[in-house]
């Protein structure tokens, strides 16, 4: 079992089955976890934004509901039908070990989205390694998911929807050995 950085409150944190994790492999049900981020949404608006069936926002609601990433935050009477507004259930998904979560990851779905930068945008893109103590380690995972939260919070605006990517993760990279 890896190591994970203790949580703070607000980070709301589930950690992942293999089958939930799978369940992002589908694009549409990806879409609808990173819409009710922004805010708790119908499936009236969810099938707007998406531009599909409501029957089939549905479908995909109901499974991501059964699973257990989403639940009902709030309803509405709208004359005789009771309108439910649907919410994450952690603010951040912790994936199991990439090889149980299935083909797809969400490094396929981000890799897939990216697009080069309009003159009016920005982007930034970078791979480090480090050779650290695990106590150095679990602090970079407790700052990566401080800004995570930052991030999918932030206040909306712009034209722009902005995708990050952030991790922290051991490899099997040589590296030199101390200087003595």
């Known amino acids: 079992m890896p190591v994970m950085p203790e949580p703070s409150a607000e980070h709301h944190l589930l ?23 922004q805010r708790p949404a119908s499936i009236k608006e969810l099938a707007g934004a998406l531009d599909r069936p409501k ?12 699973a257990g990433l989403i639940e009902v ?5 709208v004359r005789a039908i009771t309108e439910k507004f649907y919410g994450r259930t952690a603010r951040t ?28 945008e920005t982007a930034l893109l970078t791979l480090r390694r480090a050779r650290i103590p695990l106590s150095r ?10 800004l995570a939260e930052e991030f999918s919070t932030a206040d909306p605006g712009g034209t722009t ?19 003595e």
């Open 137 to 146: 380690a679990k602090e970079f995972s407790e700052r990566l998911l401080d």
């Open 15 to 37: 950690h992942l089955t293999p089958g939930q994790a799978q369940l992002f492999a589908d694009p549409t049900r990806a879409d609808i976890i990173a819409l009710i981020s």
């Open 73 to 77: 935050v709030e309803t509405r009477q």
């Open 93 to 120: 998904f912790v994936f199991p070990d990439l090889d149980e979560a299935g083909e797809r990851t969400f490094l396929d779905e981000a890799a897939a989205e990216m697009r080069d930068p309009g003159d009016d």
């Open 55 to 66: 029957g089939s926002i549905g479908h995909h609601i109901r499974r991501l509901a059964d």
């Open 161 to 179: 929807t902005y995708g990050m990517v952030l991790g922290i993760y051991p490899t099997d990279r040589p590296s030199l050995p101390d200087i």
